[in-house]
């Protein structure tokens, strides 16, 4: 390796002052062997955990795909990639992923990254097409490995795998421990870090039951008594959910919706305004249950019951994370029968009561990003200085490629997009609107 990582340095870019004990074992088991699965709870810190011995191992002066990273969803490839590029270590990474247009993919490939994050479908494809070189690939990440290894992906992954017959490092990570690994991903005498009994405690289990099989009364009775504070309604399907969706805005509830037969776009923004505080309710399907960049929650609520153990656990895996207490919320109809996997410790009540569950941000978008050299500071400078919002007014501000979103106070939401749309940010005449 002819440059290096500053590990310190990275830490204090991501804010963290110390790796915790399943981090440094997963940097030292990386470091060491060839095979490693890395088991441990949603919101530990896996990614980090196999981050940082794998860049460390990186040819900084060479400028080839040097490690492969396959998630099974488009959200979790955007995460590890921000994540990457958050370190501020000059490692060079892109995602790619079903949904978007092959040719952008090409022309950013054109600069090879050190690390390729994507979905097992569109980097098979572009293995069969040779869009960039492998042979420099010697590390394959498989970031939750039970998803990508599942039937749905299994072609894919087989082929993926025979197309890299030089990996000399495997790593595979999960936050459930309910498959085995194929015989095809030939992954010999792995080493084995198992986090999964730790940090359970923190969270609660609780039963909701509602008198009658439509269960959206209680829901609403439930977040009332709740207040404003982030949560995630589980539904099994996107059907369900707009009967929910509907249901809540009838009842003025600030909310979001997340779900697979969404277009990437509404799926980034939903995800983009739970960040930043003007949704503090999500509605979605198990596609959120992981592999998602999302604020500590405080509650998720099943509002339709899981049909399997993982779908429970990985739900309950978005609350009561990193040592943070959390609660699930399990809600049934009174006739309904709880599936054995489901242990409630305890009868919640909840009293009629009526809150108002309002969020005080609104998001902004600009249709300038990285590429224009707009920065954080620049959309914070301008606003704060042009448009007077004080340092309360101004919320988290997400840069993407080619444009930024920004959370802003409500009350002065509207006076921004006025003053604002079609004026330059550095050079770029850039439109500003209300997502």
């Known amino acids: 390796m002819s440059s290096t990582i500053n590990q310190n340095a990275i830490l204090e870019k991501l804010n963290i002052k110390s790796l915790n004990k399943m981090q440094n074992q997963a940097f030292n088991s990386i470091s060491t062997n060839l095979n490693t699965v890395l088991l441990s709870p949603t919101g530990t810190g896996k990614t980090l955990g196999f981050l940082l011995p794998v860049i460390s191992s990186l040819n900084l002066d060479l400028q080839e795909v040097q490690a492969l990273i396959i998630v099974p969803s488009r959200e979790l490839a955007l995460q590890i990639d921000q994540v990457i590029r958050s370190m501020g270590a000059g490692i060079k990474s892109n995602a790619v992923y079903g949904g978007r247009a092959f040719s952008k993919d090409k022309i950013e490939l054109k600069h090879l990254p050190s690390i390729l994050v994507g979905t097992p479908g569109r980097i098979a494809d572009h293995l069969r097409k040779g869009t960039f070189s492998t042979d420099n690939l010697k590390t394959l990440i ?36 309910k498959i085995e690994v194929p015989s095809f991903v030939d992954i010999q005498d792995p080493i084995t870090i198992d986090f999964l009994e730790e940090g359970e405690s923190q969270l609660e289990v609780k039963t909701v039951i509602s008198p009658t099989k439509d269960k959206r009364e209680t829901l609403l009775e439930l977040l009332n008594n709740l207040g404003n504070q982030p949560g995630i309604i589980f539904c099994n399907f996107k059907d369900t959910i707009q009967d929910v969706s509907d249901f809540l805005t009838d009842n003025f509830v600030s909310h979001g919706c997340f779900y697979g037969g969404m277009e990437q776009k509404d799926r980034e923004r939903a995800l983009i305004k739970f960040r930043n505080g003007t949704h503090q309710i999500l509605i979605a399907t198990d596609l959120a249950a992981r592999g998602i960049d999302v604020p500590e929650i405080k509650f998720i609520i099943h509002y339709e ?17 990193m040592n943070s207490d959390g609660t699930a919320y399990v809600l049934k109809w009174k006739e309904e029968r709880l599936r054995d996997f489901i242990v409630a410790s305890e009868i919640e009540e909840v009293t009629p009561k009526t809150a108002i569950l309002k969020s005080n941000w609104e998001t902004i978008f600009i249709s300038g990003g990285r590429k224009d050299k707009i920065s954080k500071g620049d959309i914070a400078g301008i606003f704060m200085k042009q448009g007077n919002l004080t340092k309360d007014e101004l919320g988290i501000i997400e840069i993407k490629q080619d444009c930024a979103f920004v959370a802003v106070a409500a009350t002065k939401a509207s006076q921004i997009v006025n003053q604002f749309d079609n004026t330059r940010m550095k050079k770029k005449k850039v439109r500003v609107n209300l997502v």
């Not at 498989?142 to 990996?167: Q, R, T, Y």
């Open 142 to 177: 498989l970031d939750e490995f039970d998803k990508s290894l599942e039937v749905g992906f299994e072609n894919e992954m087989k082929e993926i795998i025979a197309l890299l017959p030089d990996i000399e490092k495997k790593i595979l990570t999960s936050a459930t421990q």
């Open 305 to 321: 019951l899981p049909h399997r153990s993982e779908e429970f656990t990985h739900r309950n895996g978005r609350t009561a994370r």
